[in-house]
């Protein structure tokens, strides 16, 4: 059986904020950039990334349900038009 979980509040708070206030701000068509980067290791001599498929597709497919709605305007930091 292959389930969809909904994972899309698994993000960082600040990346909904600077969503809100792009919107705020009249920008919201405005493409923009959150980087995922890499440090290097000196200990280390190899590297492994694991699950890229899964994070483009939870980017490809994200969505807010009900209740993420109702639990982000909870919060009373998001303006009702975000």
Sequence with gaps: MDVKRNLTLL???????MMNGYLKEGKQDEVVIFDVFFRQNELITYSLAAGLEQAVDYILNINFTESDIEYLDSLKIFNKEF
Excluded: V
């Excluded at 993000?11 to 904020?17: C, H, K, R, V, W």
């Design 11 to 17: 993000t960082d708070l600040y990346e909904l904020t």
